[in-house]
């Protein structure tokens, strides 16, 4: 049974910095596909980040330069941290995995397996 947990949201001002944790149960984080995704008031959801097996990663351009995906392994942990937050930034972030393997990376897909229950990132 796979289990997805995130945590590391709140509120921020604009310009601060948040680093949200998604931990990991019955899944290795260092041997599939993971990735991030989020979903503000009235908006779609849309895929911020994703990292693969390999460690390439994608992410879409609204956040670019800002933020970073990465993981521990050891602690079977997916980050995303979050700098120079803007208002727009706001949103549910949830993260997500699946088991692929050799795929191209892209920060939009979105039909993952494995869904976590989100956490709030409000910038103001």
């Known amino acids: 049974h796979v289990q997805l947990v995130e945590s590391g949201g709140g509120s921020v001002q604009s310009g601060g910095s948040l680093r949200l944790s998604c931990t990991a149960s019955?899944?290795?984080?260092?041997?599939?596909?993971m990735a991030w995704f989020r979903q503000g008031p009235g908006k779609e959801r849309e895929g911020v980040a994703a990292?693969?097996?390999?460690?390439?990663?994608s992410y879409a351009d609204s956040v670019k330069g800002r933020f970073t995906i990465s993981r521990d392994k050891a602690k079977n942990t997916l980050y995303l941290q979050m700098n120079r937050l803007k208002p727009e930034d706001t949103a549910m972030y949830y993260c997500?995995?699946?088991?692929?393997?050799?795929?191209?990376?892209?920060?939009?897909?979105?039909?993952?397996?494995?869904w976590g229950q989100g956490t709030q990132v409000t910038v103001s």
């Open positions: 997500a995995a699946d088991r692929w393997t050799g795929c191209t990376v892209i920060a939009g897909r979105s039909d993952l397996s494995y």
């Open positions: 990292i693969d097996s390999d460690g390439s990663t």
């Open positions: 019955g899944y290795s984080v260092s041997t599939g596909y």
